[in-house]
């Protein structure tokens, strides 16, 4: 693969043409070109991510812009996680969220008092010979991520539940107009096909989390629970994510945590479908709790529960759907027959995110069985900051019965 194919003003001219709305007699020539780091690191997971600045030169006055920006996924080799690229579909499965999903789902919960946007526009999609997916960068309208990629406040919290909760009104309301979504759909990160490529890697922080509590003598009734999914967490969770026929399903987000939303004065964007599946709205609120709100579930996790369902309530009934609505009691009740799914998000994502790890190559030692891989997961899993919340949080599942 040409590493530079891309990087090129003259691929990015019918995404301006796009983005612009531009007219045949809109001529224009590039006075600058730059590709750089769309954040601090260009390696995201399962993707390079860059951000394209340019400078245009319209050849007659217009009122159209003159510096641009564009956010590139790159599909690579490099990234951590790239290995479960191809086995997940995930840059298929991605650009048919942002191309086509995302602007039907804003087409079907468009009213007169509101413009309903839940992701950055989408202007070039390619296969070859790199594959890459050109999107707005949503910092040229001041949105921004938080700077804390755990522990949001209960305001950011319940932005992102309400516009969660008219996600996946819309999702449910496309099926029923539309039909089935595409196979693309049918599984998530955690599946039958993925098991062996992923047990290494959480099945051995999730022993390590076991163990770590067993060490600092968690009162059996909290660790009890814990230990019988030791060895068979995935397995479980793919067991908890099948779906009854009588259940409401939804397209869920996937990956939903702080870095994966951005945040504007007023509204908010999710970024990332990836790993985008149909299927309970349990599984992307528990995975959203654990690693976005997991202060907040110690106190208040059903206030939060009945705040995203009230929204979702009311979304479903503005959009007329005329099918069983599940009440609070029932959702709930799906989340607690899913709860396994709070332990891969909890034991790792939450427990890497709090002890800093960014890095690649600490990804790829966390897991590993020599000595400086020993070392350091007993830092992640005696992090005083984490210790202290895993201990607040286990009780409070244990009374909502989240902790079976």
């Avoid at 693969?1 to 001219?13: N, Q």
């Avoid at 951590?80 to 650009?95: I, Q, R, T, W, Y």
């Avoid at 909290?222 to 793919?238: H, T």
């Avoid at 939303?261 to 908010?268: E, P, Y």
Wanted: include cysteine; charged fraction near 25%.
């Amino acid at each position: 693969m040409s590493e530079a194919s891309w990087k090129t003003a003259e691929f990015f001219k019918d995404a301006i043409i796009r983005d612009l709305s531009l007219e045949c007699t809109d001529s224009f020539t590039f006075t600058s070109f730059e590709v750089g780091k769309a954040n601090e690191k260009t390696a995201g997971y399962m993707s390079n991510i860059y951000r394209v600045l340019i400078e245009l030169k319209f050849d007659k006055g217009t009122a159209k812009p003159t510096s641009l920006s564009y956010i590139v996924k790159e599909k690579t080799d490099t990234a951590f996680g790239s290995g479960l690229v191809e086995l997940m579909s995930v840059f298929p499965k991605e650009s048919e969220v942002y191309e086509k999903l995302l602007p039907a789902f804003e087409r079907l919960v468009q009213h007169e008092e509101e413009t309903v946007r839940f992701g950055p526009k989408v202007f070039k999609i390619t296969t070859n010979p790199d594959t890459v997916i050109v999107l707005e960068d949503l910092s040229r309208s001041q949105f921004r991520m938080r700077e804390k990629s755990f522990g949001l406040s209960v305001t950011d919290v319940n932005r992102i539940l309400e516009k969660l909760a008219k996600f996946h009104a819309a999702s449910v309301l496309y099926v029923e107009k539309n039909g089935a979504f595409s196979d693309l759909f049918v599984e998530g990160v955690i599946s039958e096909r993925t098991i062996d490529a992923l047990r290494g890697h959480y099945e051995s922080l999730y022993s390590a989390f076991v163990q770590s509590l067993r060490d600092r003598n968690m009162p059996a009734e909290y660790l009890q629970p814990l230990i019988k999914f030791d060895g068979q967490l995935l397995r479980e969770c793919c067991k908890a994510q099948q779906v009854h026929n009588s259940e409401l399903k939804v397209l869920n987000h996937g990956d939903l945590w702080p870095n994966n939303v951005m945040f504007g004065t007023d509204d908010l964007r999710f970024l990332d479908f990836q790993t985008a599946s149909y299927g309970s709205p349990a599984a992307d609120l528990l995975y959203f709790f654990a690693t976005s709100a997991t202060e907040l579930m110690c106190d208040s996790l059903e206030e939060l529960l009945q705040y995203y369902h009230e929204h979702l309530v009311n979304t479903l009934q503005q959009l007329q759907y005329c099918k069983s609505i599940p009440t609070y009691t029932e959702l709930l009740d799906q989340m607690r027959r899913r709860s396994v799914l709070l332990l891969p998000p909890l034991s790792e994502a939450l427990a890497i995110t709090m002890s800093g790890l960014t890095e690649p190559s600490d990804m790829e030692m966390i897991t590993s069985e020599q000595p400086e891989g020993v070392v350091l997961r007993k830092l992640v899993y005696n992090n005083p900051a984490y210790v202290a919340l895993i201990d607040r949080l286990l009780p409070k599942l244990y009374e909502l019965r989240l902790l079976k």
